[in-house]
């Protein structure tokens, strides 16, 4: 059977645009994950005020939530996004991190579902949150 933590740090590294976007894995285990991404100007959505760009950040919480499943005790083999919605609460303040901690609460034959937040330095009030429906393949024999 596949080390399922392996298996999630394997599906980060491997996707280009988290490493063009600076993502960081901070932790990572039974469901859960927590993942940064600093601030840059490269990024930035309104060059006005210099908050970053909502796809950014919603790139982050995807890849924090599809690494919330992969390293899910259920131990799937890959996994892609169904469906994510997302609720913007307040532009992420210009110069901080954004942090994204997602947590696959739940799990079927063949979906997953997850809910993510994303916050900057300010954990007390939210920039986004979402949840999603995340495919699980598999292992043969698994259920």
């Known amino acids: 059977m596949p080390d399922a933590t392996a298996l ?11 490493r063009m976007l600076g993502m960081r894995l901070e932790s990572l285990g039974d469901g859960r994950v927590t993942m940064t991404m600093p601030y840059d100007t490269r990024f930035v959505g309104d060059p006005a ?5 909502g796809g950014a950040v919603s790139a982050l919480m995807d890849t924090a939530s599809g690494a919330a499943v992969m390293c899910h005790p259920a131990s799937p083999l890959s996994t892609a996004t169904l469906d994510l919605r997302i609720d913007y609460f307040r532009p992420a303040t210009p110069g901080q991190t954004i942090t994204a901690r997602a947590e696959c609460y739940h799990v079927t034959r063949s979906v997953a579902f997850v809910r993510v937040t994303a916050t900057d330095e300010d954990e007390t009030r939210p920039v986004a949150a979402a949840t999603g429906a995340f495919t699980l393949d598999r292992p043969r024999g698994a259920t």
């Open 49 to 53: 005020t210099g908050v970053l760009h």
């Open 8 to 18: 999630a740090r394997q599906f980060i590294e491997a996707i280009p645009h988290s």
